[in-house]
């Protein structure tokens, strides 16, 4: 089969899905840059509620240690989110901008291959 047969076969629908199935990490680096910190505001929430919570129990007497306990957790897990979530984000940045440079690529070559097939030939010689 010759390369004009080809190119009128050409699908760019399927090689592109082929190329996006290989994609997966970048689906599970944005998803665990969106959660972890929503976690972390949870561990916030949380730290939060047990401090007024311990407060409340206190019966007027006011602890500072109480209060630093809780405080301590609530930042300590905002902390861990977004330890998690800034690296993710800066991966799957990386990992997005590759990936169109890929397609890019790939797309001139075929653009390539497709303009030297479709040029006329001399066929005097």
């Known amino acids: 089969m010759g390369l004009r047969q080809r190119a009128r076969g050409w699908r760019p629908l399927q090689s592109r899905r082929s190329f996006e199935g290989s994609t997966g990490g970048s689906a599970f680096l944005d998803m665990a840059a969106r959660v972890a910190p929503l976690l972390g505001l949870l561990g916030t929430v949380i730290g939060m509620i047990q401090t007024f919570s311990r407060l409340s129990a206190a019966n007027g007497a006011i602890d500072m240690t109480m209060l630093a306990d809780g405080i301590w957790q609530a930042l300590l897990t905002t902390a861990a989110g977004l330890l998690i979530a800034i690296p993710a984000v800066i991966a799957q940045s990386g990992f997005l901008r590759r990936e ?20 006329p030939r001399d066929r005097s010689a």
């Open 100 to 119: 169109k440079h890929v397609n890019f690529v790939l797309s001139r070559l075929a653009n390539r291959v497709l303009m030297v097939d479709a040029q």
